[in-house]
């Protein structure tokens, strides 16, 4: 075929050659963006910004500040993952603020004498939490890499708790979902119900105890959380209902600087979250069983097929052999070698779905569909996504009297009877098995896609789903040279190798693909509402052009060039 023809077979086809027309690289984006879940997060990020901060700045200032306007998704009692990119020198690091399990946690508190976990225990009681990281990020992300001092970056989500915030329609929807754990605790009930009532949409909802604690973290760092009259009212209010808080668990708790899981797709450079998220291993799995076959060039029905099937095998793993890799050997190197892939490749079929129970493994946990992720970028390229959260909804629910501080579910994301043989005989979960100090398990992946095209920064919360849905944002990006706003838009689909269902949004498979997939022994299932909150900025070389996009699945998002 003369070469000129090739573009308009790829136009008929309806996908472009990735990197044929790699641009040179810009040595700077020149403007900086935002996307975040909420607008005065966006907002904060932006005054830190023009105050002169960078996007480490931002990052803070947007964390913050979604721990004061999403008080259920996440907050200072929570934990995160902040995946960093420095424009100077290229550093790239994932800044660890994953909750710990307290000294005094053991591998059977949450189970009976006969295994079988205790019902509420791990998700709406104090012994729920973990030492919380968030804070810690903070002052440390503000410390290593930003350029203004932490009092500034801030003072937006001190002034949003002092002064109040606008009540919206998800915020209202989740006080009345989980109205009846917030109203247990007294403290939570002042500030999320005043006067027992639930408050009105475009009530202000103020919490001054949270600016104060804030204050105190601005003006005193780490040990103005950690230690001290912060510290010593968290501890109190965990005691005093039976839990294993002490004060050295707080003074001891340390972020960890952690190198980002690297993988490649075609002529992608994919940079993601190492465990103890199961994410980026996952991801990179994935996609390099993906690497095998040219998606672009296949019919749809059988593209999503081989993305179904290499979700399966990659989502198998992840049960099986992740954990904290400060406590377990995860075997990531092997996960995410293309060798290793290849023989998972060698397994799939074309024209038949593989029955997950004749891949022996483990069921994951039910995981949090809340959590919350932005995405930022500086004018002068330096990079954060950002992926936080407190677990389920408002997390336990129990705020520590005078702190305005809600304390999560994490320790939930721990195996669900460790130990316990499952129906293949596996014992299961043990490399996520509760330990004094250890991390839980997380699903939380804030990705950075690297190609010809340019730079994109993505994120959603979502459980599980997280990787499947960042998944499906990079293969739109690499394969079909995505735009950010196409990015979010995309429909989605899901399977985790067990249940054996292929989830998918109503419309995101239309009838004929469905029947092709049905054909072929796929199980499937329609969800009854659109899921995700994806947050994407993309720098594209070509034209030097910054773009933001919110997920439209989300309420309040907003995304901001500037
Ligand atoms: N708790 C949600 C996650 O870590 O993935």
């Not at 668990?249 to 899981?261: F, N």
Request: glycine share 10%; proline share 7%; hydrophobic share 45%.
């Amino acid at each position: 075929m003369p070469i000129f023809r090739l573009p308009v077979l790829c136009l008929i086809l309806g996908f472009t050659i990735a990197g044929a027309a790699a641009s040179p690289v810009p040595e700077r984006p020149g403007q900086a963006a935002i996307a975040s879940p909420h607008p005065l997060a966006t907002r904060a990020g932006e005054e830190v910004l023009r105050a002169g901060g960078n996007a480490f700045d931002a990052a803070v200032a947007v964390s913050a500040a979604l721990a004061v306007v999403e008080p259920y998704g996440s907050g200072l009692g929570g934990g995160g993952f902040f995946l960093l990119h420095r424009a100077e020198d290229g550093h790239q690091v994932m800044v660890d603020a994953r909750e710990t399990a307290p000294a005094a946690a053991h591998r059977d508190m949450f189970v009976d004498e006969q295994g079988a976990r205790i019902p509420g225990l791990s998700l709406d009681t104090v012994l729920a939490a973990g030492i919380p990281g968030l804070p810690a990020a903070l002052v440390h992300v503000s410390r290593e890499y930003g350029r203004l001092p932490l009092g500034t970056v801030l003072a937006p989500a001190i002034r949003y708790a002092e002064e109040g915030f606008e009540v919206y329609p998800r915020l209202r929807t989740g006080l009345e979902r989980k109205r009846a754990e917030l109203e247990a605790s007294p403290a939570s009930a002042e500030v999320f119900f005043p006067g027992g009532e639930l408050p009105a949409l475009g009530a202000l909802l103020r919490q001054p105890d949270l600016a104060r604690t804030l204050r105190r973290l601005a003006e005193q760092g780490h040990e103005g959380f950690y230690q001290g009259a912060v510290a010593e009212a968290l501890v109190a209010a965990v005691q005093a209902d039976g839990g294993l808080w002490t004060l050295e668990d707080l003074a001891g708790y340390r972020v960890v600087e952690r190198e980002p899981i690297v993988s490649r797709y075609r002529d992608a450079r994919i940079v993601s979250a190492p465990p103890p998220s199961s994410g980026g291993v996952a991801l990179a799995t994935i996609l390099n069983i993906l690497e095998g076959y040219d998606l672009a060039a296949k019919p749809a029905d059988l593209a999503t097929h081989l993305v179904v099937e290499a979700m399966r095998r990659g989502y198998r793993d992840r049960a099986l052999y992740l954990g904290d890799p400060d406590f377990v050997d995860v075997p990531v190197a092997r996960l995410v070698h293309p060798m290793y892939a290849a023989g998972l490749r060698a397994s799939i079929r074309t024209d038949r779905a593989l029955p997950s129970d004749l891949l022996p493994g483990i069921q994951a946990r039910e995981e949090a569909p809340q959590t919350t992720h932005f995405s930022i970028i500086d004018a002068d390229g330096n990079r954060a996504g950002v992926t936080q959260t407190l677990n389920f909804w408002f997390g336990s629910g129990i705020m520590a009297a005078g702190t305005g501080v809600l304390l999560n579910n994490e320790m939930d994301d721990f195996s669900a009877r460790p130990g316990v043989p499952d129906g293949f005989g596996l014992v299961t979960g043990l490399g996520n098995a509760i330990e004094p100090g250890k991390r839980m398990l997380s699903s939380m992946t804030p990705t950075f896609v690297e190609s010809p095209q340019g730079v994109a920064i993505l994120g959603t919360p979502g459980g599980s789903r997280i990787i499947s849905m960042v998944l499906l944002g990079v293969l739109a990006r690499v394969d079909g040279q995505a735009s950010a706003r196409e990015m979010v838009e995309r429909r989605r689909f899901h399977h985790q190798y067990l249940p054996d269902v292929l989830v998918h949004e109503p419309g995101a498979l239309d009838e004929a693909m469905a029947e092709a997939l049905r054909r072929r022994g796929h199980l499937l299932e329609e969800t009854t509402r659109d899921y995700g909150n994806l947050k994407v900025v993309t720098w594209d070389h070509a034209d030097n052009r910054v773009e933001a996009a919110t997920d439209p699945r989300g309420e309040m998002g907003e995304a901001l060039v500037y």
